[in-house]
């Protein structure tokens, strides 16, 4: 399995709170992907980064923000969590070289009360 | 935007039936294709994908699938499902900025649910 670490894998917390997710890689991959699992939805892209400093919006970027200061670490975060961003939230990582996929963490399960 | 479409949400069969699950996209560039799988409460792992070549595209654990470009269709297949095949499956496509750069971003279908039955 690809060596990526999400933090904390669960989550409760209450509306208005500042949540921050953390994803760790230990592969030195360049991409990094934040994404949200719902029923019914698949999973969306939030925020993505192609380098360190380098990130660019998804498909559902309201509410989110992320940072990538090194390599190997790429945070997401509520500022001010809503009921609605209440979801599974998914790591992946991906490699420059060739067709390569991504690979995805573990998942982070946060409640939003 | 890209689009991608899985028109089953949820699939039962019986232990040895066969399997397709069916994947459309709306994207009129070059495409790369990709098959996950996502066992419960675990993570997505990836099944196979398609870059260029061989339109039939086999993976792990018996599946395979083809690439049809005329449909724009990527459908999943397996001759004889087993009940550990009980999963959450979701196609995706690779896509790109309108400055033809990619990042390496997938759109995702909604997920097609199969249950097996013993």
């Known amino acids: 399995d690809a060596g990526i670490t999400q933090s904390p894998r669960h989550k409760v917390t209450e509306t208005g709170t500042p949540v921050t997710l953390r994803c760790h890689q230990t592969?030195?991959?360049?991409?990094m992907y934040w994404y949200r699992q719902d029923p019914g939805h698949g999973l969306r892209l939030i925020h993505y980064?192609?380098?360190?400093?380098?990130?660019d919006k998804g498909e559902v970027s309201d509410g989110y923000s992320v940072s990538r200061s090194k390599t190997e670490d790429f945070l997401l975060t509520l500022e001010s969590a809503t009921s609605s961003q209440t979801s599974v939230y998914f790591c992946?990582?991906?490699?420059?070289?060739?067709?390569?996929?991504?690979?995805f963490g573990d998942g982070t399960r946060l409640s939003i009360l | 935007a890209q689009s991608v479409s899985q028109h089953n949400h949820h699939v039962i069969l019986s232990e040895a039936a066969s399997l397709e699950l069916g994947c459309n996209y709306s994207?009129?560039?070059?495409?790369?294709l990709f098959w996950y799988v996502q066992y419960p409460g675990q993570h997505l792992q990836l099944l196979l994908k398609?870059?260029?070549?061989?339109?039939l595209v086999k993976g792990i654990k018996g599946f395979e699938a083809e690439f049809i470009k005329s449909k724009f269709s990527f459908n999943l297949r397996k001759p004889s499902v087993q009940w550990s095949d009980t999963a959450e499956y979701f196609c995706?496509?690779?896509?790109?900025?309108?400055?033809?750069?990619?990042?390496?971003?997938?759109?995702f279908g909604q997920g097609t649910i199969l249950t097996v039955h013993p």
């Open positions: 992946a990582i991906r490699g420059t070289s060739g067709n390569q996929p991504q690979h």
């Open positions: 592969e030195n991959h360049r991409y």
């Open positions: 980064s192609y380098g360190v400093k380098d990130t």
């Open positions: 994207y009129g560039g070059t495409v790369n």
């Open positions: 398609y870059f260029s070549g061989d339109p």
């Open positions: 995706a496509v690779k896509t790109a900025n309108a400055g033809g750069t990619s990042y390496g971003k997938l759109t």
